[in-house]
């Protein structure tokens, strides 16, 4: 069984340009979330996909976006960089019923914007 | 909207010593508690999962309870070791299927 895998694992853009992140799913998992975290603090709700629909989103901008690919691998995509953007960019995949089972997550891309 | 806040922000303890982190939630109305275990700019490894109808779960040296009604959660661990030093945050489900998590604790075991 292969964990959650992300990548890039660091990555540094200067502000206005576009980022692309990407996330494998823990295997049997249809169901990914990404998450930022911002140094010291938790990580924040961005979405979630499931069956490659987004299932649910908290309170981010439409600049990010995301897709979810048959294989259930997913992206985060943010255009428009911004300094604030600065963060630990987690993703975590799980089987639809969140009340019942866990979320597995990956080790983070640390993205720095300049 | 849910808050759930953590405290002490940080602790320090000597190897050996039992600790208690906590963890307060706004909205009681939650699906389940997880306890997450995260080290310098790594991902989370959850810890302990306890569903909003449980009062507590136990995994090795950690205990985890729940007390839903006075939106509580406490993660005890005993006999502390330095491989114990990272930030334990806790999250919980309520409503959508997302997590909301504290600010965390950082935890540091002094040998």
């Known amino acids: 069984e292969t964990g959650v895998t992300q990548s890039p694992t660091h990555l540094i853009k200067t502000r206005g340009q576009q980022v692309t992140l990407r996330c494998s799913s823990q295997?049997?998992?249809?169901?990914v979330s990404w998450y930022q975290q911002a140094l010291g603090q938790g990580p924040q709700f961005i979405f979630q996909?499931?069956?490659?629909?987004?299932?649910g989103r908290g309170n981010f901008p439409p600049r990010f976006s995301g897709l979810q690919f048959p294989n259930y691998s997913s992206e985060l995509n943010v255009n428009a960089l911004e300094l604030d953007d600065s963060a630990l960019y987690l993703c975590a995949s799980s089987l639809p019923n969140l009340n019942a089972d866990t979320q597995y997550f990956g080790p983070g891309t640390r993205l720095t914007v300049l | 909207k849910q808050e759930v806040t953590q405290i002490p922000a940080a602790l320090s303890v000597p190897e050996g010593e039992n600790l208690v982190l906590n963890c307060s939630f706004t909205d009681s109305a939650i699906y389940n508690l997880q306890w997450f275990r995260q080290d310098p700019g790594k991902g989370l490894t959850s810890l302990l999962l306890i569903q909003s109808s449980q009062r507590e779960q136990t995994s090795g040296r950690l205990n985890a309870s729940l007390d839903k009604s006075s939106g509580r959660s406490t993660l005890y661990i005993a006999a502390s070791q330095p491989g114990d030093s990272a930030t334990y945050l806790c999250a919980v489900i309520s409503g959508a299927n997302n997590l909301f998590f504290g600010t965390g604790t950082r935890l540091t075991v002094i040998p």
């Open positions: 295997s049997g998992h249809n169901t």
């Open positions: 996909y499931y069956r490659e629909e987004e299932n």
